[in-house]
């Protein structure tokens, strides 16, 4: 998990706060507001994603096969 840190976290999130500098340079409390909103609503669930993934590969529990037979199925009884 410390590779995960420090060659996946670390730097996607570096580039993250660079970014959100760029686009928001205010300091005030709405802009702060607003990029508190941007990290939840559009880095939160990818970087989620990742960490899960990346989880899941290394205890050899993720199998891209198994997930998409499941959601079909699932999705189909649904319907």
Do not use: C, R
């Not at 500098?21 to 990742?50: E, R, W």
């Amino acid at each position: 998990m410390a590779i995960y840190g420090l060659l996946i976290l670390g730097p996607v999130q570096h580039k993250w706060f660079n970014f959100l500098s760029k686009i928001i340079p205010k300091t005030d409390v709405l802009s702060t507001l607003t990029k508190i909103l941007l990290g939840q609503a559009i880095f939160g669930p990818i970087i989620n994603t990742v960490f899960f993934s990346y989880n899941g590969v290394l205890q050899g529990d993720f199998n891209f096969l198994n997930i998409d037979l499941v959601f079909n199925l699932q999705f189909y009884e649904f319907i």
